[in-house]
């Protein structure tokens, strides 16, 4: 059983930062390939960013690339989403997401497993 908790959510004005924290609750998280998905109100769920099995290959959407980076930190079974040079259009609900597969995957989907999500809200 995998569980997910996104932690590091807010209110922030245009140009800040903010750093996105996903718990992995499971005995090996490494094994676990690992997204980010966004969803705003009235939109459909869409991809940020992913990483794949054991830290290896990353992947952005077009919008966030170049300002948001995922990292993984194995010991203490975590996954960072770093949000820099944030935009308003980039409000909206952060959900972490895993899936026991070697690659990323951009299709919400394919994922099995789900955190409850965080707000972020960037103000113009």
């Known amino acids: 059983q995998v569980q997910l908790v996104e932690s590091g959510g807010g209110l922030v004005q245009a140009g800040g930062s903010l750093r996105l924290s996903c718990a992995v609750s499971?005995?090996?998280?490494?094994?676990?390939?690992m997204g980010w998905f966004r969803q705003a109100p009235g939109k459909e769920r869409e991809f940020v960013a992913g990483?794949?099995?054991?830290?290896?290959?990353?992947h952005y959407a077009d919008s966030v690339k170049g300002r948001f980076t995922i990292s993984r930190d194995n010991v203490k079974n975590t996954v960072l989403l770093q949000m820099d040079s944030l935009k308003p259009e980039d409000t909206a609900t952060y959900y972490c997401?895993?899936?026991?597969?070697?690659?990323?995957?951009?299709?919400?989907?394919?994922?099995?497993?789900w955190g409850q999500g965080t707000q972020v809200t960037v103000s113009s």
């Open positions: 997401a895993a899936r026991s597969a070697m690659g990323v995957s951009v299709h919400a989907t394919v994922y099995t497993y």
């Open positions: 990483l794949g099995w054991n830290g290896a290959g990353t």
């Open positions: 499971a005995r090996t998280s490494s094994s676990l390939s």
